[in-house]
């Protein structure tokens, strides 16, 4: 853990992106057959009388996605593009893994919706405890099974996150994949509780996706860039509404600093978002 009133280290755009380059591209509109449109699933954001069963529905997918979760990291069957694609999506993912091992993420580390267990994996090898809550009983199982006797030092609370006060604080906390689900009304409140959960000087990490880029699954659809809305279909053609928001750098920094987070925000070349925040 970095010394208390340290501040983290600056965010840098990775795959030869500098800071101060251009803006990120506004997204391309999929175009996707058979899928209902963002008009029906409600545009410009979640709608507070809808917001607990879109939540409720985005839970249900995930739990019945743990399975198959990882052919998405993987690119794997539909998931899969071609060659140069993937080793695009591997170069972005090891570049990620460096930054991440270069952070001071080890003491007791805090991670939020840590699904299938990828970064436990990790934070297992370098942490001398961790807390892992998800909502997903399902994942929690996949999780376990991956890292193995690795889990002896891994705390799992199944949990819905929106309802999670957190008990004690934390030296580091990790969150992939994870903010883009969170609906634009609920950020202060989920910055907020992070900010609860951790020591002061504790550092703070997260990936997600970049805006609209290659590597959706062709049964995703956004007919509407504002919406905060997207449709998901599982390998059994079941099909689900979830809250998939593309928050912007500066949406993401200021929010976090009125939560007493300093927060940087970068971007590898084409997939990946990440941030690096120090608790203040």
């Known amino acids: 853990m970095g010394?208390?009133?340290r501040n983290p280290p600056p965010a840098r755009r990775l795959s030869g992106h500098s800071r101060g380059a251009a803006p990120l591209p506004r997204p391309r509109r999929p175009?996707?057959?058979?899928?209902r449109t963002d008009r029906q699933l409600g545009?410009?954001?979640?709608?507070?009388?809808?917001e607990e069963s879109i939540l409720d529905s985005q839970q249900t997918y995930?739990?019945?996605r743990a399975d198959e979760y990882d052919e998405w990291w993987e690119r794997r069957g539909r998931y899969a593009q071609d060659p140069e694609a993937n080793d695009q999506w591997r170069q972005e993912i090891s570049e990620l893994r460096e930054l991440f091992d270069s952070l001071s993420l080890d003491g007791d580390v805090?991670?939020?919706a840590p699904g299938t267990g990828y970064w436990t994996e990790l934070l297992a090898e370098r942490a001398r405890s961790v807390t892992a809550i998800d909502g997903a009983p399902e994942m929690i199982a996949c999780n376990r099974a991956r890292?193995?006797?690795k889990a002896e030092v891994v705390t799992y609370l199944q949990q819905d996150i929106f309802d999670w006060v957190p008990p004690r604080r934390f030296d580091a906390m990790v969150f992939c994949f994870w903010i883009s689900h969170v609906p634009r009304r609920r950020l202060p409140k989920f910055l907020a509780t992070?900010?609860?959960?951790?020591n002061t000087g504790a550092h703070l990490f997260f990936v997600?996706?970049?805006r609209e880029q290659p590597g959706f699954s062709v049964d995703e659809v956004r007919s509407d860039s504002r919406s905060e809305l997207t449709q998901r279909r599982l390998n059994d053609g079941r099909e689900f509404t979830i809250v998939k928001n593309f928050y912007d750098p500066e949406e993401l920094r200021d929010a976090a600093l009125s939560a007493e987070i300093q927060l940087e925000v970068g971007h590898t070349s084409t997939y990946f978002q990440y941030g690096i925040g120090q608790a203040i």
Do not use: T
Not at 31 to 35: D, E, F, I, K, M
Not at 43 to 50: L, Y
């Open 31 to 35: 175009v996707a057959v058979g899928l």
């Open 147 to 149: 890292l193995g006797r």
């Open 62 to 64: 995930y739990r019945a």
């Open 110 to 112: 805090i991670e939020l």
């Open 208 to 210: 997600d996706n970049l």
């Open 43 to 50: 545009s410009r954001g979640v709608r507070r009388e809808s």
């Open 194 to 198: 992070c900010r609860a959960a951790l």
């Open 3 to 5: 010394r208390p009133g």
